[in-house]
């Protein structure tokens, strides 16, 4: 079962006098999403992964193609699609000198709650994206790292089955965006929440996603596992030396070889095939009286697949 099938996404913004302006943000993208997935949207500054995220949650009208969110048609039902969803973004602020508690329940009186259900809501919510002790800070006196699980507690109001979450880590130190990690990873195993996120980190993807979606331009120019994506855009296994003596130039002019880097004393060549290269370059370092004191190799990093397709 689908929770999100979207075919030929289009979306123009159009500005300017006359609305003469015009950026394509996105040009026929298309995507389904299973129920229970935690689907990740990566892609360069201004790929189009908020207007797409926008346009699923029913916030923007794309001008062509069929989206249809949870059964439903996203022109036609939105009212239906949206008491099932819900939104948070990284770059969302609340009021300055409302609190939490206040914060998360005037978003639930928003959605019917009242009273006692109200009351047990927010301090649920407080409970589970850890804000208790905050929930009577003035929102500008939180840290960053507190706005963003506020900002995640305000979305998880209406307990949605679908939740859009753009960028959801942005700026949080390593220590707490992994918490926030996990709280999500928790939400698919625990509720069964189908989950769409957009990052730039491509850790996060490739821990928390069941499948990738790389956008550009408006465009989807890959999509599948975090493994997957790092087979299909065939940018090699890497293969890093520590030699002595330290450096041997013609290892980037080598058969196979399709990059070259040092760092840290250590040679990472980019093969194409680590198997049929290693045997090769080991012999020729022994034959040039080079010694290998530690040699490695290893996947792709996902951020490599990004910047190869971002080029
Ligand atoms: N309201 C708007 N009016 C005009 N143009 C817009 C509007 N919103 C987005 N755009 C344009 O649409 C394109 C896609 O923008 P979008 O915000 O979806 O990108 P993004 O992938 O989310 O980028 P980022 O990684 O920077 O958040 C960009 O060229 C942007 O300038
Ligand atoms: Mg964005």
Sequence with gaps: ???????????????????????????????????????????????????????????????GGQVTVLGHDVRREA????????????????????????????????????????????????????????????YNALSTGFKQRLALAKSLVNDPELLFLDEPTLGLDPDVAARLRGRIADLRRERGMTIVLTTHYMREAEQLCDEIAFIKGGRVLARGTAGELKRQIRIGEVIAFRLDPPAAPWLGEAAGVLRCVTHDGRIECTVDEAEKRLPELLRRLHDEGAVVRDVQVREPELEEVFVELAR
């Design 1 to 63: 079962m689908l929770a999100i099938d979207a075919r030929d996404v289009v979306k123009t913004f159009r500005s300017g006098v006359f609305r003469r302006r015009a950026t394509a943000a996105l040009s026929g993208v298309s995507l389904a999403v299973p129920r229970g997935a935690i689907f990740g949207v990566l892609g360069p500054n201004g790929a189009g992964k908020t207007t797409l995220l926008s346009i699923l949650a029913t916030l923007l009208i794309p001008d």
């Design 79 to 138: 009212t239906l699609i949206r008491r099932r969803l819900n939104m948070a973004s990284g770059n969302a602020s609340f009021l300055w000198n409302q609190r939490p508690a206040e914060i998360l329940a005037f978003y639930g009186r928003l959605y019917g709650l009242s009273g006692r259900a109200l009351r047990r809501r927010v301090d649920d919510l407080l409970e589970l994206c850890e804000l208790t002790a905050y929930r009577r800070v003035a």
